[in-house]
Nanobody
């Protein structure tokens, strides 16, 4: 599967932002898809994920109150909405996918073997 992330840009603190991950290739329903982000000078971190099949949803504790991840298998897209954006949300956001990924690995970066190119989000204060 190939992934393309888009929707980044400049937003004001307090506004909402929405990112989209578009996949191409067969069998999308069999892939867990996650969003990770990497802020300047920091390691990449997990944000949210949606499982394959039944589509269970997981969030990082720091993001669960402000984030919504959604999946559309017909369109092969996974969206991430973040409300009340903060300057600390500034990062490059990556979507990633892994086929038939067990749920207990779904928040762990090293189990994802397909990555999009990343999209930069800048939140100004």
């Amino acid at each position: 599967v190939q992934l393309q992330a888009f929707g980044g840009g400049l937003v004001q603190a307090g506004e909402s932002l929405r990112l989209t991950c578009k996949a191409s290739g067969p069998g999308f329903i069999n892939y867990a898809v996650a969003w990770f982000r990497q802020a300047p000078g920091k390691e990449r971190e997990f944000v949210a994920a949606v499982a394959w099949g039944a589509g269970q949803i997981y969030y990082a504790d720091s993001m669960k109150d402000r984030s919504t991840i959604s999946r559309d298998n017909a369109k092969k897209t996974v969206g991430l909405q973040i409300t009340t954006a903060k300057p600390e949300d500034t990062a490059v956001y990556y979507c990633a996918a892994a086929s038939f990924l067990p749920l207990h690995y779904i928040t762990t970066e090293r189990y994802y073997n397909f990555w999009g190119q990343g999209t930069l989000v800048t939140v100004s204060s």
